[in-house]
């Protein structure tokens, strides 16, 4: 009878700080950042939780708002990066900053 009771002392702890510890991990996401459109599409730009990279998940303007993503792009290194690459390859607009 005591080794069970050892155990029940002994395993419940253990088991409590690896769920705190595995649902701490999980509990990680992306975070919105903004949105807008141009041209003939909208995006939203997103971050990853630890605001390493950027990127932007871009709809046809016409899409419906529960609609999947027409694309989602690579990993950007700043919001900066990713908002000229949406203006210069959806957005249509002439930068500077544009490749010619």
Known sequence: MKLIQILKVAVIPVLTVFSFVSTSNTALADYLNS????GNYRYELWSTDDNSGYYL???SSEASQNSDA??????FASSREALIYFDC??????LPECPR
């Open 35 to 38: 949105q807008g459109s141009g």
């Open 57 to 59: 998940k871009i709809w």
């Open 70 to 75: 027409h694309s989602t792009t690579r990993a």
């Open 89 to 94: 390859n959806y957005a249509e607009r002439s």
